[in-house]
């Protein structure tokens, strides 16, 4: 089930259809029986990526998504008793070769520098760094080994690395940590799942959304004018944030 999820979800995503369309179109254009029909689905993909390049459609949601949840408050963390950060992984490619910080995903390196953070602010507290899918050593493991190679006592972290997604995470934190409270840390766009998961496994979870892509005083650039690339992988975060979020309900996950 949770290969299908996978190979479904990157099947929906935006670029896969989009470049599912280019190709039907150019088959169709070129032929001999519908080169109308062709010509109308390139027209129709072509719009849409340059739409997508600008990110009409995508940003409002992103926005909506990211700031759902308000950064976090230490004094707020400390006043509720917080004894765990837990920071979930973001994604990871090992190569024995490369420094760990290479080795893990943008995403992973943001989530993690936050946790530190926040562990140093919370005295007593500990890390909990979770993520278990794709190859070994786990994101949890590497995050494990960068927290400490950064200062933190080895004594003070945690590794969960059986987890293969959010909802599982959730679950097995449940059973490490019980109903909290802790301090949640991941990307702004994906809090609100991860928010929705771990209430509903019945944990206080305190949210410190990070690694924002929008800025809502972001000052005037020429920049805004052109097409540009990142928005089309804002694009796929919001598609890849609002399948996990329909899967999550469907499945009874929140």
């Not at 995503?13 to 001999?32: C, F």
């Amino acid at each position: 089930m949770f290969l299908v999820k996978k190979f479904i979800s990157a099947l929906l995503m935006p670029m896969s259809v989009l470049s599912a369309a280019l190709l039907g179109g150019l088959l169709l254009a070129w032929g001999e029986r519908r080169p109308h029909a062709g010509r109308l689905v390139l027209t129709v993909a072509s719009i849409l990526i340059i739409l997508s390049a600008y990110g009409l459609g995508t940003r409002s949601i992103l926005e909506s998504l990211e700031y759902a949840y308000p950064v976090l408050d230490i004094r707020h963390a400390r006043s509720q008793g917080v004894q765990w950060v837990v920071v979930l992984g973001g994604g990871h490619a090992p190569e024995e070769a490369l420094p760990l910080g290479s080795q893990l995903s943008p995403a992973s390196q943001t989530r993690l520098m936050e946790g530190i953070r926040i562990l140093r602010n919370l005295p007593g507290s500990r890390l909990l760094v979770s993520g278990g899918v794709g190859q070994r050593p786990s994101e949890a493991a590497l995050m494990s080994a960068m927290a400490a190679e950064l200062g933190v006592e080895p004594r003070r972290i945690l590794v969960e690395e059986r987890s293969r997604d959010t909802g599982e995470q959730a679950l097995i934190v449940r059973g490490i940590i019980g109903a909290g409270p802790c301090v949640l840390v991941t990307t702004a766009s994906h809090m609100p799942r991860a928010m929705a998961m771990f209430r509903k496994q019945g944990i206080h979870a305190v949210p410190a959304p990070v690694g924002h892509v929008i800025r809502r005083d972001a000052p005037f650039q020429l920049s805004m004018f052109f097409p540009h690339a990142r928005h089309l992988e804002e694009a796929e975060v919001v598609c890849h944030e609002l399948l996990g979020l329909s899967w999550a309900w469907v499945t009874g996950r929140m």
